[in-house]
T-cell receptor, first 109, second 117 residues
Framework: GNSVTQMEGPVTLSEEAFLTINCTYTATGYPSLFWYVQYPGEGLQLLLKATKADDKGSNKGFEATYRKETTSFHLEKGSVQVSDSAVYFCALRDDKIIFGKGTRLHILP | DAGVIQSPRHEVTEMGQEVTLRCKPISGHNSLFWYRQTMMRGLELLIYFNNNVPIDDSGMPEDRFSAKMPNASFSTLKIQPSEPRDSAVYFC???????????????FGNGTRLTVT
């Protein structure tokens, strides 16, 4: 069946550091790919998405490119802020949405 | 738009009691999803509906769990009887399922934190 694997956390970085959170997937067909973010006490919020191969999703300085050849959708940000501290989920959709286990990100001032 | 609305935000109950969680999806959305989140298992899909019809309930843990969607603006998740291992945060999410549906994101409510003692 379809699945999503993302790097385990927690990830701790200093403010202004470069961020990469790895995500790979297995799927039959051509799913859409998403990154969601969850802040404490809240539900998940869409961060960015890509619907076909080579698409790049971007939002709030975050980017991810849909790589079909490597079945990956890694999340990157050039300079993180303390306010980026949250849990990040990679997900794919081929009707229902399947989430990775989440990666907790902690940014130190 | 008010977003997805879940109630209650917190529920504390004793083992053996019936628990009912409620969800109002975003108006116009025709797919609804129930998820459970725990530290150990992460985010698990329990069941989802398209146009009020249950499509996949393979994630429902056991017969103690049931979900209904009597109309497009309301859904319930019921646990009867509840057990301590059901303690978790339960999220409802809705989505559009019209053209290009695979690219339509889910919109989550803020969840119900259930504690069964």
């Amino acid at each position: 069946g379809n699945s999503v694997t993302q790097m385990e956390g927690p990830v701790t970085l200093s403010e202004e550091a470069f961020l990469t959170i790895n995500c790979t997937y297995t799927a039959t067909g051509y799913p859409s790919l998403f990154w969601y973010v969850q802040y404490p006490g809240e539900g998940l919020q869409l961060l960015l998405k890509a619907t076909k191969a080579d698409d790049k999703g971007s939002n709030k300085g975050f980017e991810a490119t849909y790589r079909k050849e490597t079945t990956s959708f890694h999340l990157e940000k050039g300079s993180v802020q303390v306010s980026d501290s949250a849990v990040y989920f990679c997900a794919l959709r081929d009707d229902k949405i399947i989430f990775g286990k989440g990666t907790r990100l902690h940014i130190l001032p | 738009d008010a977003g997805v609305i879940q109630s209650p935000r917190h529920e504390v109950t004793e083992m053996g009691q019936e628990v009912t969680l409620r969800c109002k999806p975003i108006s116009g959305h025709n797919s609804l999803f129930w998820y459970r989140q725990t530290m150990m298992r992460g985010l698990e899909l329990l069941i989802y509906f398209n146009n009020n019809v249950p499509i996949d309930d393979s994630g429902m843990p056991e017969d103690r769990f049931s979900a209904k969607m009597p109309n497009a603006s309301f859904s319930t998740l019921k646990i009867q009887p509840s057990e301590p291992r059901d303690s978790a945060v339960y999220f409802c999410a809705s989505s559009s399922r019209t053209g290009g549906s695979l690219g339509s994101p889910l919109h989550f409510g803020n969840g119900t934190r259930l504690t069964v003692t």
